[in-house]
């Protein structure tokens, strides 16, 4: 993206650029507003009207159903004067991190306090050949390295659930159609301490944002 008249020139991710270049193409074209934020970070804002269906599809409802235990159940229902029709079921579960995270904290633990016992432990997790060279600070880089992956794995899923959202969306809209996204979100209060609650969260304002889009 570059805006050189405000030295501006930042790399986009290659699935931004791809999104973007998509959204540019779409009729009526989506206008882009660029903010700079008061951390000093750059936020790109789309807006774009549409018209309401009128074509072979008369209404499609996207429903979706959020579980703190596996995820999110996306039910499609396509309404026309042949009466509702269930057009797509699919379940999405995120990523299990339960083996990372235990792998994460054992070697966090050598790294803080290295011991023979956090050494055999280690033992059951990774190569031999690599946990007998272990050092504090080769084990405090894995750490590090594990928790990057699992938020890496994160963003995926959001990625994959936004998508898919949309693509259902925009696949309605070429017929004509009009829809209604239904989303069930779990009461905060039960989703509080869970493994999936940040990962679930995000997804959940992420498809706040693409239905206001």
């Known amino acids: ?17 791809k999104t973007l270049i998509e959204e540019n193409g779409l009729e009526l074209r989506p206008d882009f507003v660029l903010q700079v ?54 379940k999405l579960r995120p990523p299990n991190h339960g083996y990372r995270r235990q792998l994460a904290a054992l070697l966090q633990g050598f790294a803080d306090a290295p011991s023979e016992e956090k050494r055999t432990q280690l033992y059951q997790l990774l190569p031999e050949e690599l946990v007998k060279a272990l050092t504090p600070e080769r084990a405090r880089e894995l750490a590090r390295q594990t ?45 509080r301490g869970t493994g999936l609650q940040g990962t679930l969260l995000r997804a959940r304002r992420a498809l706040e944002n693409l239905c206001r889009y």
């Open 37 to 90: 934020t008061s951390s000093g970070k750059l936020r790109l804002i789309a807006r774009r009207s549409q018209s309401c269906g009128s074509g072979e599809l008369p209404l499609r409802i996207i429903a979706v159903d959020e579980n703190s235990r596996y995820g999110f159940t996306i039910a499609v229902f396509n309404f026309s004067d042949c009466g509702c029709k269930l057009a797509w079921f699919e």
């Open 147 to 191: 928790r990057r992956k699992e938020r890496r794995l994160n963003d995926a899923f959001v990625q994959r659930f936004t998508a898919l959202v949309r693509k259902l969306v925009r696949e309605a809209r070429s017929r004509g159609a009009s829809v209604i996204v239904l989303a069930d979100p779990i009461d905060n209060e039960t989703l």
């Open 1 to 17: 993206m570059r805006i050189p008249s405000y030295r501006i020139y930042i790399s986009l991710p290659t699935s931004l650029a």
